[in-house]
């Protein structure tokens, strides 16, 4: 078994990383303290291919693979976990999404936009009562021939501000159940499309998360995802591939939260000698190494698995559940690590901890991926 990297794979690791330290780094305490969209540097993001990592250069994307796409998601959230979720969304959610089952006048009308970085993606399933349960649509897109009309609440969108255009799924056939949902394509500023108050959150504050309000909102039946009745089944297929990224978001706050109690370790002295040298931490720093090896290696098992057009649900699922896990695991030990310092904003892993907490919510909470896990090695 080969576990090496090409050159390729390692240039854009090694890209990500220049540019989570280069652009990233400077600003990233006050973007959250302030609640700040990273505008710019999304924008810097898009201009350097990483906004559609895996999509195809004719749609304007980067034509890379999933692996490399792990890898830069791991070096963007070291450092910034608000601008990797706006990353990870628009790269799988949204692109991939469209690329996979969107038509071709989709993909050239939308697709090649968000790829590019020209314009910004949102994915909105969640509801108020809606969440977990996503087979419970209220959202309702009633058929009115040539055009649905849209209507209904989501919730906790992220870009939810700052996106172009919105992946919609929405309930046309009641008695169908989820046979009955599609998906929609919804550009901003669309008549009776209202965006909500942004978030106050505990994490990821950087990033922009609302509620959407749609009312009587015309939707050109062109803007349908797929065959009627496909929507469910194209917000789980996608859900898969979002996986992969949210658990390279969580896998990448525990590795940078881990190299910067490493490095505090060994310059911070506690009687006599630098801290690492106390079994208390280094035993510490040797459960985190660990653990974080294993997340890496389950991200990229499942990124290798959706590049070589394999099942990856059961993996996706997997390195989420436990990278996100780590995450959280390891930002705590972290900010123990740096005892009061830790506790304190410039050392940043408090907000890494802070940032954590979210992986194992969004995208299919734990408990959701252990229902995907369980299912699949029953083969239910
Ligand atoms: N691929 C293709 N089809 C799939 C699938 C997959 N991965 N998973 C399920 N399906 C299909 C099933 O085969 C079934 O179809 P058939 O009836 O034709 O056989 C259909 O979907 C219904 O499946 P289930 O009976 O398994 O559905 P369920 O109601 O039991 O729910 C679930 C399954 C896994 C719990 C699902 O509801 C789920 O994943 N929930 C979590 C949703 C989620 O992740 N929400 C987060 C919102 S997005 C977000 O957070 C984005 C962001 O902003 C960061």
């Known amino acids: 078994m080969d576990f090496s990297l090409s050159e390729e794979q390692l240039m854009i690791r090694d890209a990500a990383r220049d540019f989570a330290q280069t652009e990233l780094l400077p600003g990233v305490i006050e973007r959250d303290?302030?609640?700040?969209?990273?505008?710019?540097?999304?924008?810097?993001?898009?201009?350097?291919?990483?906004?559609?990592?895996?999509?195809?250069?004719?749609?304007?994307?980067?034509?890379?693979d999933t692996v490399s796409y792990v890898l830069a998601m791991e070096e963007i959230s070291k450092i910034d976990a608000s601008a990797s979720v706006v990353m990870s969304v628009n790269n799988s959610l949204v692109c991939y999404g469209?690329?996979?089952?969107?038509?071709?006048?989709?993909?050239?009308?939308?697709?090649?936009?968000?790829?590019?970085?020209?314009?910004?993606?949102?994915?909105?399933?969640?509801?108020?009562?809606?969440?977990?349960?996503?087979?419970?649509?209220?959202?309702?897109?009633?058929?009115?021939?040539?055009?649905?009309?849209?209507?209904?609440?989501?919730?906790?969108?992220?870009?939810?501000?700052?996106?172009?255009?919105?992946?919609?799924?929405?309930?046309?056939?009641?008695?169908?159940?989820?046979?009955?949902?599609?998906?929609?394509?919804?550009?901003?500023?669309?008549?009776?499309?209202?965006?909500g108050p942004k978030e106050n959150k505990l994490g990821i504050r950087g990033s922009?998360?609302?509620?959407?309000?749609?009312?009587?909102?015309?939707?050109?039946?062109?803007?349908?995802?797929?065959?009627?009745?496909?929507?469910?089944?194209?917000?789980?297929?996608t859900l898969s591939g979002g996986r992969i990224g949210i658990a390279s978001q969580a896998l990448g706050i525990a590795s940078g939260a881990y190299e910067l109690a490493l490095e505090y370790s060994k310059?911070?002295?506690?009687?006599?000698?630098?801290?690492?040298n106390h079994q208390a931490i280094a035993f510490k720093l040797a459960d985190m190494a660990t653990h974080i090896e294993a997340a890496r290696h389950l991200c990229l098992k499942a990124a290798w698995e959706k590049d070589?057009?394999?099942?990856?649900?059961?993996?996706?699922?997997?390195?989420?559940?436990?990278?996100?896990?780590?995450?959280?695991?390891?930002?705590?030990?972290a900010v123990q690590i740096h005892g009061g310092n830790g506790f304190v904003k410039e050392y940043h892993v408090e907000r890494m901890m802070r940032d954590a907490k979210i992986t194992q919510i969004y995208e299919g909470t734990s408990e959701i991926q252990k229902i995907v896990i369980s299912r699949g090695i029953l083969n239910k």
């Open 208 to 237: 922009d998360t609302h509620s959407l309000q749609f009312n009587d909102v015309k939707v050109p039946k062109e803007n349908r995802i797929g065959e009627d009745g496909f929507g469910f089944k194209f917000a789980m297929k």
């Open 308 to 333: 070589n057009k394999k099942n990856y649900d059961l993996s996706s699922a997997m390195a989420k559940l436990y990278a996100s896990q780590v995450a959280m695991d390891v930002t705590v030990e």
């Open 98 to 195: 469209l690329q996979a089952f969107g038509s071709e006048d989709q993909k050239q009308k939308y697709l090649t936009k968000l790829a590019s970085g020209q314009a910004l993606g949102a994915f909105c399933l969640s509801e108020p009562e809606a969440g977990s349960d996503a087979t419970s649509q209220k959202t309702t897109a009633i058929d009115k021939g040539d055009h649905y009309i849209l209507n209904g609440t989501k919730n906790w969108i992220t870009n939810g501000g700052s996106a172009d255009y919105y992946l919609v799924i929405a309930q046309t056939h009641p008695e169908k159940k989820h046979k009955g949902i599609n998906a929609f394509i919804i550009e901003k500023g669309w008549e009776g499309f209202e965006i």
């Open 33 to 64: 303290e302030k609640q700040e969209f990273p505008k710019d540097q999304v924008k810097k993001m898009g201009e350097l291919g990483f906004m559609g990592m895996m999509i195809d250069p004719k749609y304007g994307g980067s034509g890379l």
């Open 267 to 276: 310059q911070r002295k506690s009687f006599g000698t630098e801290i690492c």
